[in-house]
């Protein structure tokens, strides 16, 4: 059921959910990406995007359930390489989603970018598409470490696509880096860090080096030909990046995350932090709907198959229980900043968590991991650093006992208190 | 009384004891091929994995001899670790003889020599036998050798043979007939027969385990029970094959099971002297002594809802082991449990894989501890076998802890070594002698509690195996009592707690303290590891915390595997207890029981 929306006849309690589209293409596959990503030509994207139409349509008449009809206000193109896409191919989806699903007036549409795929021209083409933020795959400035890392951008061309897409006039450009290469030091890190800052972008990602089993880094490292780095390196990098960054000027949001000024703080990642409800189209993409989330067949021909066929590609899916999602709730909030606000938690769960976990909560409030303050349990710097331990830590028992209230209006309310 | 041979097998472990049994049974046509299993005595699980027997059995196995006689052959399967000796000694003291089984490659070893000598003590006609050879390895001459100038068994007496392959069995039974004596005794006499071991079986109760030494056993006849002084009616009685077969009589010499109507073998004491209550026998037999545990640890289910199913297990198991005894306990790290007395620490141990086994619980055991008798300053008196019940120190006149007589026997060269063991642990009045030239046997009085943790261990690596151990309870000796406590974080783990001599109290509270160190994960903060006496801080060590673990992508969508890491680790989490902040896992609970023997 095609519609023409405006914010005027949307329902007040329909949340503004986020779209992902996932691009499985990239002109080479990276030793360290574990992602869904394969290198295909120009015929097999071509193939791709009219299978991604296809998937769009099928949810032409989207509800969620318990939600009802539901509006998007955040499109976001990641992968594998989304640049690699012609300009003719981002505007035959973008064009397939305004005709096909609810967007608000102003959603805004995020792009994954390869620097050795920003030009002028395409700049221009992204621009004119309606792209608001351009994220850039930079990863180091360093030759030596993008070559370790399998890139197929020099130094060089990292700094000038970052400058052309500063002045190409987006709403915001962020730069990802990668960090803790097996043989990186403080001073290499440094570099890179400072090089970013100068070039002045709006947000940048700092994403720790993890190596997956299936790939190449992972073989390597069961060889034995590859080593991680040490948890106290790790932990002396991380630590480091977070300085650095917030001394420049752009002070952490989450974990990897950092904005030089609040507006520039990714409005899609987010909603995945929030349990705002998403829905992910292409291979691998997953969706959520605040209480269920299901994933799409990872593998491209699979996917099409099932699109081919008539049927939306979902792989599998679960039911979040009530005791999953204030887990999920407990892990993600102490990944950020904010923290996590006890109040909410315990309206949405009927648990108090600190009534629960008094003697964890005072051991690391006393070892500086966490702050506890207006009803906020928030990370330190420190307890960044070990977030997944911190999150595992509490004890939820006894939770789930009574029916998880309504999602709804509490994710509204947290969707406007967005910055 | 003539065709009657009562004996047992007795072996170094993994010589081949269970195989050989097996293939007597089968060779004697005791079970059908299709009924057939592997170490078919031994019931247990437990009993099988472990390739040690626990429990007493014993068959009843017809053989028609070359004489042409058809003989009933007793076979009596005994445990054989020093834990059950008092088993040990009770099944040997209803056989005539014993065959002495070797390995063809293996040699003489440690457990051959203190089985060999336990049997000579009950004055046991022993048959030596080479098994298993069929190995390329086999060499038969060296251990034929072995036989004469070790163990100074007549080397031309020796049976060879292969239970595996069944070559040699048929010469294996003969010897049985020709040189084990029959048994003697008068049928005329006052019935006298020794309970050797008993089962519990859900339907009928309590089945006893008899080797009748002098008149008879009837059915329906009145029995009285010389020790406990209880009376019985025999409801069914006969002798064992695989399975029961009822008769009429059990004759004397003859080995067989009695129905009594027993309801618990908590009525009942193994070795006891069954009689007739009309006629009853003037003197009971000899060697008669209660089982007595001697060894004390608290259990506790690792989630407390499992708590009554520990309440049933233990009652269960307690069905068929009056040696078990228990009673509840509580701990404020651990929550309820009960807290156990057990013969030695491998009695200990196979009731917690039967209990977890057998049971599906998880459990947590608190370190074994010897009974203590304080006298206080009052002039009272209190036995004592749990930490957290010591009177106040300054409350106490003296203490006095368990001593006992070890037994050590040994290949010569290890003499040095093991002396320092003894020393090491405090034993007293150490003395050996020349058993056959190159081998001595080596006596101390040593404390109970020096040998409850981890000298078996450490006694098997001094001697390289070679070493093997018994003791015998003597006396109560004054000693300085301390007790340690473990503080994790600044809070006292009662579970950890535990009594030891002074001298021995930093020793152990380190060894406490570095197995901590390594089985406790680290956490987001420094954990102190401390052991105490009293206020005095006696060691510690420093658990150092995590300081990364932070996964650094949590986005296009995918929580759920990032949920489900972290629930794994929660997972992992519910095998542990929170003792004020910090997890202990159930590990750590037994790492700091294992030695630290070659580290």
Redesign the interface.
Known sequence: MPSLSTEANRQSDVPLAGL?I?VPFCSAICPYCD?AVLVGGHEQRRHFVDSLLLEIALYADLELSGLGPVCFDTIYL?GGTPSMLTPDDLGRIFDALRRTVDLTADAKISLEANPEDVTSASLQAWRRLGVATLSLGVQSFDGDELRVLGRRHSPEDAIRSIKQAVAAGFDSVSVDLIFGLPDQDTSTLRRNLEQAVALAPDHISS??L?IHPRTTFGKQHARGELHELP??Q??EL?LLTHRVLAEAGYPAYE??NFARHPRYRSQH?QK??RHVP?V?LGPS????DGQQ?W?NERHLAKWQRQIEAGHRPVAGR?RLSTQ?LA??TL??SL?TVAGLDLSSFEARFDFDLVAHNR??V???D??G?LRLHDNLLAPTL????????????F?LQGLGRQAVRSTSRSIDKRLDRQV | MDTIRNFCIIAHIDHGKSTLADRLIQRCGGVHDRDFRDQILDSMDIERERGITIKSNTITLPYEAQDGKTYSLNLIDTPGHVDFSHEVRRSLMSCEGALLLIDASQGVEAQTMANLYLALEYDLEIIPVINKIDLPSADVERVREEIDSELGLDPFEVVLCSAKTGVGIDDVLEAVVQKLPAPVGDPNAPTKALLFDAQYDIYRGVVMLVRVREGSLRKGQELFMMHSKKRYTVEELGHLLLERVAGKELGTGTVGYIIAGVKSVQDIAIGDTITDFDQPASEPLPGYKEAKPVVFSSMYPVSSDDYEDLVKGLDKLHLNDASLTYEKDSSAALGFGFRCGFLGLLHLEVVQERLEREHGLSLLLSAPSVRYEIVLKTGEEVAIDNPSLLPDPTEIETSAEPYIKAAVMMPERYIGTVMELCRERRGENTAFTYLTPGRVELTSEMPLAEVLFDFYDRLKTVTQGYGSFDYDMLDYRITDLVKVDILVNQERVDALSQLVHRDKARARALHYCERLEETIPRQQFKIPIQGVIGGTVIARTTINAFRKDVTAKCYGGDISRKRKLIEKQKEGKKRMKMVGSVEIPQEAFLAVLKSDAGK
């Open positions: 992902y996932h992602f990641g994403y720790e993890e948890e106290g790790q932990a991380f974990v990897s990642n995945y932090w998403y992910g993409a997953h969706s959520f989330r994933w679960e999953d887990l999920e892990m993600l990944r003697a964890l005072e051991q690391l006393r070892e991991l420190e307890g960044f650093a070990v977030a997944d331990g911190l999150a595992a830590g004890s």
